[in-house]
């Protein structure tokens, strides 16, 4: 396994996600925190996504036989020790300095599965580099924009293939940028040295001149903003299996059932998009109704505690990824940090499990969930 360039040690006094965020804070400075921390508008969506998982109470069960049990999951073919994914996060190295590489070794060491981001740090070959030879890894997935660009979009697609990567999970809830206050208080920029690797050299999209009446927005940001046929192209080029995330609509779910498309990941963007969007434990249930076990459904946004990944679980995710977190802990002791979050989470959740009298993952249905109707488990 690559040693990253320097080892961090777990402050003192950190025990959960939450500790992390609060000692990052002095670890990040106003720049990095206002974009990693930020979210769009009110940020009434970044805080609903955390609140929405506290709401839902856990109904535990006693006296039942739990010995033996485990928290593996079967995910695209392939069997995770556990259902914790880390969510693409983009310019990681404004936290560390190794980055993603740092973060990728150390969600191959806990058996994570790693989205990197296209906006990534550290280039995919490096990361894909690093840990594929690594037993009991997570799966290696690459996130991806579509380019207005399809030659830049093909050439990703391609790079990721070569690397070893083994899905492509298309972000499709970001044409544009939210309204985010945070950064725009902190004037954010890039620091010197910290880049998107995969589009250095990209050149911005040419576009014709706004007539009399026309939208900056409307009439050329988003004159070729992605559509359903630019994902079918996208399953011409690749033959990779494709999850879409950035799905909140049942109808948009049952879309990509129909498309052929293999998961759909529930997501908000962590509340950077659309402010007041809908939380996404809220919406997480409607979508699993929808695609009613034809693909696996994944969840991000407010994961913090291993109840909340039993909560997830139960609402019908196979799996779930987090963001924030892993950039905190990242901050404040690199790999060990990031190493710190997933096995948090992993005894927490284990802790829940056997609380609510599940054994295995594959028991949790919504009988755990209080005022939940039980309904057939249809994890993929």
């Known amino acids: 396994m690559t040693t990253p360039a320097s080892l961090g040690q777990i402050p003192n006094g950190v025990v959960n996600l ?53 928290t593996r999951i079967e995910l695209l073919g392939r069997t995770l020790a556990h259902p914790v994914l880390l969510a693409p996060v983009a310019f990681q190295r404004m936290a560390h300095a190794d980055g993603e590489l740092a973060t990728a070794l150390a969600a191959s060491a806990l058996g994570a599965g790693l989205v990197l ?34 030659g830049l979009t093909r050439e990703l697609v391609q790079r990721a293939e070569n690397a070893g990567y ?46 009399p009446g026309q939208s900056a927005l409307f009439d050329q940001l988003l004159a070729n903003a992605p559509t359903w046929a630019d994902v079918a192209w996208l399953q011409t080029q690749t033959r990779l299996p494709i999850l879409l995330k950035g799905i909140l609509h049942p109808n948009d779910a049952r879309e990509a059932v129909h498309m052929g498309l293999a998961g759909v990941v529930v997501s908000n963007h962590g509340g950077r998009t659309l402010d007041t969007a809908v939380a996404t434990a809220r919406v997480l249930p409607r979508i699993a109704e929808a695609v009613a076990g034809a693909v696996p ?41 990031v190493a710190h979050v997933l ?19 594959a028991e949790v249905t919504t009988a755990v969930l209080y005022d939940h109707l039980e309904r057939p488990n249809s994890h993929g």
């Open 297 to 337: 459904v994944l969840v991000d946004g407010g994961i913090r505690r291993g109840t909340d990944v039993l909560k997830a679980v139960a609402l019908g995710a196979s799996a779930v990824l987090v963001g924030r977190p892993v950039v905190y802990a990242l901050a404040n002791a690199g790999a060990v940090g």
């Open 166 to 211: 083994e899905a492509l999970v298309l972000t499709v809830d970001a044409p544009t940028h939210g309204a985010r206050d945070r950064e725009r208080r902190a004037n954010f920029r890039l620091p010197a040295g910290v880049a998107a690797v995969h589009l250095n050299g990209a050149s911005a999209p040419s576009n014709p001149p706004l007539q």
């Open 343 to 361: 096995r948090l989470l992993r005894d927490e959740l284990e802790i829940a499990m056997a609380l609510c009298g599940c054994a295995t993952l």
């Open 117 to 150: 981001s296209t906006q990534s740090s550290v280039p995919m070959e490096a990361v894909a580099q690093a840990v594929l030879g690594d037993d009991g890894r997570g799966p290696l997935w690459f996130q991806l924009y579509l380019q207005q660009d399809r």
């Open 18 to 70: 939450d500790d992390h965020e609060a000692h990052a804070r002095n670890r990040l400075d106003d720049n990095a925190w206002a974009y990693f921390s930020g979210g769009a508008a009110d940020e009434i969506t970044v805080r609903a996504n955390r609140s929405a998982w506290d709401a839902i109470s856990l109904q535990p069960r006693v006296l039942r036989a739990v010995a033996g049990g485990h």
